[in-house]
């Protein structure tokens, strides 16, 4: 069994990661970034600032080392936003060892490169064995033991399997998939599709609108995905559809929390500073609008909601867009020799 793993970054995710294996009776060695944040793991066992009511077990070592936090570990978690994965990736490079796993949890799109996450790490560190871990997994959650299910994705079965491994407990069910692209096109999509859910619910829209939008995100979701090299399947599985519900439900989602606050007429950066942590939605709708014009897929609620962070437009004239497009065929086939919509 592991027995050393590395956590990479203290916020809510990576604080409930580090909870749930020492849970298992691994050692922890978690990397805080702030002197705040890390005297309060380190002192009171609890990260008020990112995850309140969640008691840290002494298993859990904070440090602000880097190379403290990796000398010595198994396999290595980054749990930091999206746009730091590039420079912390970097940062690290010079402590990891060849073939070493590193567990990706950060979901999004890098907006320079457009690259999925486990692309930008393979490029840093080209040794390295990634294996990206995702699904519908709120921190207010997992930290606190509630049954949540995720997928282990690599191309290489045995460390999906070992990274299954690793995370499997009773609170904490993890399958794999070889489909890693489809695994993280999905995750990082639905950020912005709860990003336009929350918008609706800003707006006083209802139910009727809400489900509308989730099935069409995940057309959108589904027609870019499959662009990139996804397996269209892997759309209805738990790092699709799955993690496409909970986000856009949830209170626990700061894609859905902030887009409530854009929809009741509050500007983006007064949104960003009163959330607190990272609103990952945002730069990736950015990226995947510049994805869907360099594959020429139409994606109309990304394209409206680009329009909207980025542009200013008025959310009700992008609504009402959206519903005066031209008159169309649903069809849904669920096959991967298709388009699962068209």
Request: glycine share 10%.
């Given at each position: 069994?592991?027995?050393?793993?590395a956590?990479i970054?203290?916020g809510?995710?990576?604080?409930?990661?580090?909870?749930?294996l020492a849970?298992k009776?691994?050692t922890?060695?978690?990397?805080?970034?702030?002197?705040h944040?890390?005297h309060?793991?380190?002192?009171a066992?609890?990260n008020?600032k990112?995850?309140?009511?969640?008691m840290i077990?002494?298993?859990?070592?904070?440090?602000?080392?880097l190379d403290e936090?990796l000398?010595?570990?198994?396999?290595t978690v980054?749990?930091?936003?999206?746009q730091?994965i590039r420079?912390?990736?970097?940062?690290?490079?010079?402590?990891i060892?060849k073939?070493h796993?590193?567990?990706?949890v950060?979901?999004?799109l890098?907006?320079?490169?457009l690259?999925?996450?486990?692309?930008?790490?393979?490029?840093?560190i080209?040794?390295?064995?990634?294996?990206v871990l995702?699904?519908?997994?709120?921190?207010e959650?997992?930290?606190r033991?509630i049954?949540?299910?995720?997928?282990s994705?690599?191309?290489n079965k045995?460390?999906?399997e070992?990274v299954?491994?690793?995370?499997m407990?009773p609170c904490f069910r993890?399958y794999?998939?070889?489909?890693?692209?489809?695994?993280?096109m999905g995750?990082?999509l639905k950020?912005v599709?709860?990003?336009?859910?929350g918008?609706?619910?800003g707006l006083?829209?209802?139910?009727?609108?809400k489900?509308a939008?989730?099935n069409?995100?995940m057309?959108?979701?589904?027609?870019?995905g499959?662009?990139a090299?996804?397996?269209?399947?892997t759309?209805w599985?738990?790092?699709g559809?799955?993690?496409?519900?909970?986000?856009?439900?949830?209170?626990?989602?700061?894609?859905?929390?902030?887009?409530?606050?854009?929809?009741?007429?509050?500007?983006l950066?007064?949104v960003?500073d009163?959330?607190?942590m990272v609103?990952?939605?945002?730069?990736?709708?950015?990226?995947?609008?510049?994805?869907?014009?360099?594959?020429?897929?139409?994606m109309?609620v990304?394209?409206?909601l680009?329009?909207?962070?980025f542009?200013g437009?008025d959310?009700?004239?992008?609504v009402?867009?959206?519903?005066l497009?031209d008159?169309?065929?649903?069809?849904?086939?669920v096959?991967?020799d298709?388009?699962?919509?068209q």
């Amino acid at each position: 069994m592991v027995k050393k793993i590395a956590v990479i970054g203290a916020g809510s995710w990576g604080t409930a990661l580090s909870v749930l294996l020492a849970n298992k009776g691994m050692t922890v060695k978690l990397w805080v970034h702030g002197k705040h944040v890390h005297h309060q793991i380190a002192v009171a066992r609890e990260n008020t600032k990112y995850l309140p009511g969640v008691m840290i077990p002494g298993n859990v070592f904070p440090a602000q080392a880097l190379d403290e936090v990796l000398n010595d570990v198994e396999a290595t978690v980054l749990a930091v936003p999206s746009q730091y994965i590039r420079s912390l990736a970097r940062q690290i490079s010079p402590f990891i060892a060849k073939d070493h796993v590193i567990v990706n949890v950060a979901k999004g799109l890098e907006t320079g490169s457009l690259y999925r996450m486990s692309q930008v790490i393979q490029q840093e560190i080209s040794d390295a064995r990634v294996v990206v871990l995702s699904g519908p997994s709120h921190a207010e959650e997992v930290g606190r033991g509630i049954p949540t299910a995720v997928v282990s994705a690599s191309p290489n079965k045995t460390d999906s399997e070992y990274v299954q491994d690793i995370f499997m407990s009773p609170c904490f069910r993890v399958y794999t998939n070889p489909d890693i692209i489809g695994v993280e096109m999905g995750g990082a999509l639905k950020n912005v599709i709860a990003l336009a859910a929350g918008i609706n619910d800003g707006l006083g829209y209802g139910d009727n609108s809400k489900a509308a939008l989730i099935n069409r995100g995940m057309v959108e979701i589904s027609r870019l995905g499959k662009a990139a090299g996804a397996s269209p399947s892997t759309f209805w599985g738990l790092s699709g559809i799955g993690d496409l519900i909970a986000t856009c439900t949830s209170m626990h989602s700061r894609n859905r929390r902030a887009g409530i606050l854009i929809g009741q007429g509050k500007p983006l950066d007064q949104v960003l500073d009163s959330i607190g942590m990272v609103v990952e939605g945002v730069n990736t709708c950015k990226a995947a609008y510049r994805l869907s014009k360099k594959h020429n897929i139409v994606m109309p609620v990304t394209e409206q909601l680009y329009y909207v962070l980025f542009e200013g437009k008025d959310p009700r004239e992008a609504v009402e867009e959206l519903m005066l497009r031209d008159r169309n065929h649903e069809l849904g086939i669920v096959s991967d020799d298709y388009d699962l919509f068209q």
